[in-house]
């Protein structure tokens, strides 16, 4: 047993970090949360070009084909410096759905514009929870047409996957009678779009089953996003440390008053616990262990958890001045969301933690 | 990254299954208890001799070195021991102390003639350590012990009272903390030393615990008599010596968490019904088996990262301390979920209620200590915060002031 990253995937996180510390500032994610920019262009440029997005694309595909474990701490990077560019959308599921289930054709056409960056491409593979009723989205013939209401990134891809009843979708947005509305949403530094479709010409990934191929790229997912949520949440848990030390009160540090130090204790063990899930969650990943369900489904469910705790305690800890527009405890608040919805709730997925467990003690 | 066996790891786990399986008796259920049926004495006789077994097998301490009995072996060998023992109807809570503390701080802190002494049978079972630190007023305050010792000659003559001290009623020997300079600060006033519980002046009075069993005592020394021979490091050098004890307790109590809790939930839910149908088709029930396997696996997966780093020459720190943390108060949660699948039904004991139940309503009446014994859930997230953390230090009144000028209570 190795239950570590190697020295050459730590170099690798190190200067996804540098760079990521001088390109995915506070700034630069306030220019997407403010509405003057779609996303953070400069970092998405470097994560491109240092072939750190596309870490998980086989070669022949135009990636670095490194591997998962790489992807996994880019990720984690990432979500440390809440970085406002399309990675889950197009490298956790879209390159996933299509390098699972599309044909070698789709592959060799559209991966390597993915890996590129030449393309954003969004998907939407389909969730247990919804409010409305699914939006119509008919594929019949070669061509799609209705509504896909939200979609991450939709502003700018190029490019969906879009699970359509037990089919997957993959439409060309540059196609014929697609238009798009922007939708507000709780976490601006993402932006969501509606992608209206009419007639719009499109094809199957034509894979075996979907459901069970969607399936697969949101197990994938969930280990991807944990990382991130991992990182986000050591961020603001050393942010909220750093300013207990700073910010005094009855005479003292508050970081001094042990109701604070025992929840950054708390705070501290909820990441901890996460970062060994999502590290199991790595594992079964990169070995397409048949763990991965149940090891994606706890990094899920440990590391929503331990971001959404961190963010809302870090804004309680830094009292009134952490309710401010100017500190970035919201950004971290709304991220959390953000990344513990995109693929369904927690409960959901802790739902489907115990369906493994409960087929697993059969 | 690599969760599978090496070849080597493989072999190893190969080697001590074929040996358990020749040695050992396999559970017949999963909450099986060793000894079920005997009395104290002969459940202590049949214990010694699964130890003495498992010594003379070199499994007994995996990792101590061949010098000291040991195997010489690794950190992952001890794990993999572990996990395949936990098939088998093996003592619990018996040798975790001779083996996991007292010891190893023997090993650490004795003379060469000591350890010669006293390593070899501890290990085989023939004698049986205990810890004897806490005391009426000084149990998260550990510096805070009175239980005096004075220096007579080549003989230290020791008075004063312990308490909590698990095993006490059978050991043999223990290593105790004591204050032998009351002038001095309170943490640099501290020796300890190895007691022979036998030792004329030493009684034992078990205390009755909340569980109804008797598993701590109180002990009183009455101008117990112990050979400066018996000193474990320098006189005054007590602290130092008891932190090196405390890091392994910490350690080992999170190791002890049980891995298949959920499974136990899942065979308890399968039979009991909410609301006319089978509890484990509730979406409730299932939300609480997912969070039990979510701790019970965390924890296992920092241990498995302490013992990653252990394996490339790093120590791991005071991080380890969230095992224990979350360990403890996972067992009450869990337990306590068990109990409340039944409705008003699991408050009925297992002796009437069936066996099924006995597992988890022991966990629940043993898991209170398991919080606060090696450490109560607030001082091991002092510890979190101050250590790795970095947060400032508990206001202390009491450092620099020479101990027999402070308040005790
Ligand atoms: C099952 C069991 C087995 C044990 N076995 C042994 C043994 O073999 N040998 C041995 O020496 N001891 C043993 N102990 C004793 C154990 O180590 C102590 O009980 C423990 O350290 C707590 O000390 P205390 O009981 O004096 O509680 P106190 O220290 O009086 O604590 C009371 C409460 O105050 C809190 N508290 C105290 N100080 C602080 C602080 N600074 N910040 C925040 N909260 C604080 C505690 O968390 C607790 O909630 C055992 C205890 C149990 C329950």
Request: aromatic residues 8%; negative net charge; glycine residues 10%.
């Amino acid at each position: 047993m190795n239950f570590d990253f190697s020295d050459d995937q730590r170099l690798l996180q190190d200067a996804v970090r540098t760079m990521l510390a001088d390109t995915s500032t506070s700034q630069a994610v306030r220019e997407v949360l403010e509405g003057r920019a779609s996303h953070s262009e400069a970092v998405w440029r470097n994560l491109i070009e240092m072939g750190a997005a596309a870490a998980a694309i086989p070669e022949q595909y135009g990636g670095a084909g490194l591997g998962y474990l790489e992807l996994c701490l880019v990720a984690e990077e990432a979500g440390r410096h809440l970085v406002a560019v399309p990675l889950s959308s197009s490298f956790y599921l879209a390159a996933e759905a299509i390098l699972r289930a599309g044909s070698e054709a789709q592959k060799q056409h559209w991966l390597p514009k993915i890996a590129g960056g030449e393309l954003v491409a969004t998907a939407a593979l389909g969730s247990r929870e919804r409010y409305r009723a699914p939006a119509p989205l008919a594929f019949e013939g070669a061509t799609l047409t209705g509504t896909s209401p939200a979609l991450v990134d939709g502003g700018i891809a190029g490019l969906a996957v879009l699970r359509v009843a037990d089919e997957l979708v993959l439409v060309d947005l540059a196609g014929a009678g697609v238009s798009r509305t922007p939708v507000p949403t709780l976490d601006p530094t993402r932006p969501l779009t509606a992608l209206h479709f009419d007639h719009t010409p499109a094809e199957r990934l034509p894979a075996a089953e979907a459901a069970t191929v969607a399936a697969r790229v949101l197990d994938g997912a969930a280990v991807l996003l944990a990382f991130e949520q991992v990182g986000g949440a050591a961020r603001i848990l050393e942010a909220t440390r750093d300013y207990s030390l700073e910010r005094k009160a009855f005479g003292r540090q508050i970081g001094s008053f042990q109701a604070l130090k025992h929840k950054m204790a708390e705070i501290y063990t909820a990441i901890e616990l996460a970062r060994v899930h999502a590290y199991y969650g790595a594992w079964a990943l990169s070995s397409d262990a048949p763990e991965l369900p149940k090891a994606a489904a706890a990094a899920r469910v440990s590391a929503t958890r331990a971001y959404v705790v961190a963010a809302e305690e870090g804004i309680e800890l830094h009292g009134g001045i952490g309710f401010t527009w100017e500190m970035d405890c919201h950004l971290h608040y709304r991220r959390a969301r953000h990344l513990g919805q995109l693929i369904g709730s927690e409960h959901a997925w802790r739902a489907r933690l115990a369906d493994e467990l409960i087929k697993e003690a059969a | 990254m690599d969760f599978r066996d090496t070849p080597e790891e493989a072999a190893f786990r190969a080697e001590v299954r074929a040996w358990l399986e020749a040695n050992g008796q396999k559970r017949s259920r999963p909450d099986e208890v060793f000894g079920e049926g005997l009395d104290e004495a002969a459940r202590l006789a049949a214990a010694k001799a699964w130890q003495a077994k498992k010594a003379a097998a070199g499994y007994a301490a995996i990792t101590w070195p061949k010098a000291a009995g040991g195997r010489g072996g690794t950190a992952m060998q001890q794990v993999i021991y572990q996990q395949e023992e936990a098939a088998f109807v093996v003592p619990g809570m018996i040798f975790e102390i001779s083996i996991g503390m007292g010891l190893p701080t023997v090993m650490t802190w004795a003379a060469p003639e000591l350890k010669a002494r006293f390593l070899r049978p501890g290990l085989a079972g023939e004698e049986i350590w205990c810890q004897l630190f806490s005391e009426p007023g000084a149990g998260s305050d550990t510096g805070g012990v009175r239980t005096r010792a004075v220096r007579e000659g080549d003989e230290w003559v020791v008075n004063g009272q312990k308490v909590w001290t698990s095993g006490a009623h059978f050991c043999d020997y223990g290593i105790l903390l004591t204050r032998t300079d009351w002038d001095k600060p309170k943490q640099e006033g501290l020796t300890m030393f190895i007691v022979d519980m036998k030792a004329p002046g030493v009684e034992v009075r078990p205390i009755h615990q909340m569980s109804g069993d008797s598993e701590f005592n109180e002990v009183f020394f009455t101008d117990v008599r112990i050979p400066d021979a018996y000193r474990l490091g320098p006189e005054c050098g007590g602290w130092k010596v008891m932190l090196s004890t405390l890091m392994q307790e910490r350690l080992s109590v999170g190791g002890n968490l049980p891995t298949d809790l959920h499974a136990h939930l899942i065979a308890l839910a399968r039979k009991c019904a909410w609301d006319a149908r089978p509890a484990i088709e509730d979406d409730r029930v299932r939300a609480r088996i997912a969070d039990a396997y979510l701790q019970q696996k965390g924890v296992e997966l920092v241990i498995a990262r302490g013992l990653t780093a252990i394996s490339k020459g790093k120590a791991p720190g005071p991080e380890m301390s969230i095992t224990k943390l979350v360990a403890a108060k996972a067992m009450q949660d869990i337990a306590a979920f068990a109990l409340e699948l039944a409705g008003p039904e699991g408050l009925i004991g297992y002796e009437a209620l069936g066996g099924d139940w006995r597992y988890m309503q022991r966990l629940w009446l043993g898991a209170p200590g398991a919080r606060i014994a090696g450490g109560t859930d607030e001082i091991l997230k002092n510890v979190i915060a101050e250590r790795v953390l970095g947060l400032p230090g508990e206001i202390r009144t009491d450092r620099k002031v020479p101990f027999r000028e402070l308040e005790h209570g």
